[in-house]
């Protein structure tokens, strides 16, 4: 049979954490990070969402590009890959509502 006995504070006790408070920098620091992540969070919700419309005149504006030799196949392939993955999710999310 193994008995323990502890004593004493936690290192984490409610004294570090008002030490910690009593700094205006970490509530400044804090304050600063939340107004950050909430302006990031406001842009991003409302960047516009291209329509599947657009998203098809992009495709034949790229497929006539490559036709006529100004870009290459490499690059050709990877963003027609890319704006079919972009309208295959955008025709999801309104089937979807």
């Known amino acids: 049979v193994l008995q323990l006995s502890l004593r004493g504070q936690h290192p ?3 004294k570090m954490w008002e030490a910690l408070l009593r700094d205006d920098s970490l509530l400044f620091g804090l ?3 939340t107004i950050a992540v909430g302006a990031a969070w406001l842009w991003v919700r409302n960047m516009p ?3 599947p419309e657009q998203i098809l005149e992009k495709i034949v504006s790229l ?3 490559y ?3 100004r870009i290459s ?3 050709y392939t990877k ?3 890319d704006l079919k993955g972009q309208l ?3 025709l999801r999310r309104r089937s979807k509502q």
């Open 79 to 81: 963003l027609r890959s």
């Open 73 to 75: 196949k490499a690059v």
């Open 31 to 33: 304050a600063s990070l």
């Open 12 to 14: 984490k006790s409610a």
């Open 67 to 69: 036709e006529s030799g």
């Open 63 to 65: 497929d006539l590009s």
């Open 49 to 51: 969402v291209p329509s």
């Open 88 to 90: 295959k999710f955008l």
